[in-house]
């Protein structure tokens, strides 16, 4: 059986499921079929999902702890591929926060393109140090940004807020 090293998070392997604890807040595991297909179950409660690309680590710790407090589950993903890969293998998010300036084989933009035609029920919200990058037409937030701001703006795409964690 193959296993999958992402950089989510620790993965642990039984039989003919890999477990995977994401960031201490979102589990999900990935059952691997005979045919070699994945299929994901993932068990998220009802509080909405934002999925955080961003190659600048600690840029992406701070946002995915700020999302985090605010009440969100997160996904991190360092690039684009790492992002489109978990969504079209089925990972359940509400809102797509993205950078674009990544290494990989698509940039944030691109990402956002194969998001809209991909997946065209999910939000989206994209990020630049260089504001004449916003090459789509979309939520744009300019960096350097406020996290707090960041977070009012998910809670607006989604018109819900989900209260702090408890």
């Known amino acids: 059986m193959t ?9 642990r392997q039984h039989a003919r499921f ?5 960031n201490h807040s979102l589990s999900q595991w990935l059952k691997v079929n005979r045919n070699g297909s994945r ?11 934002v999925m955080v690309v961003e190659d600048e680590f600690w840029i992406r710790v701070l946002i995915a702890d700020e999302l985090r407090t605010a009440g969100y589950l997160v996904v991190e993903c360092s690039t684009a591929d ?7 293998c089925g990972v359940a998010v509400h809102v ?15 990402l956002a393109q194969a998001v809209r035609v991909e997946f065209p029920e999910l939000k989206l919200l994209v990020t630049s140090a260089h504001p004449h990058q916003k090459t ?18 998910i809670d ?6 989900p209260g702090p964690l408890r």
């Open 96 to 110: 797509v926060f993205t950078d674009v300036n990544m290494p990989g084989s698509m940039n944030g933009v691109a």
């Open 18 to 22: 890999v477990e995977r604890k994401m």
């Open 3 to 11: 296993r999958f090293f992402t950089s989510l998070g620790l993965e």
């Open 39 to 49: 299929s994901i179950e993932q068990k998220s409660g009802d509080r909405p999902t």
């Open 82 to 88: 790492e992002a489109i890969d978990l969504l079209r």
């Open 156 to 161: 607006q795409l989604i018109g819900t807020t």
């Open 136 to 153: 789509f037409s979309g939520l744009f937030v300019p960096k350097p940004y406020d996290p707090h701001r960041v977070a009012g703006l």
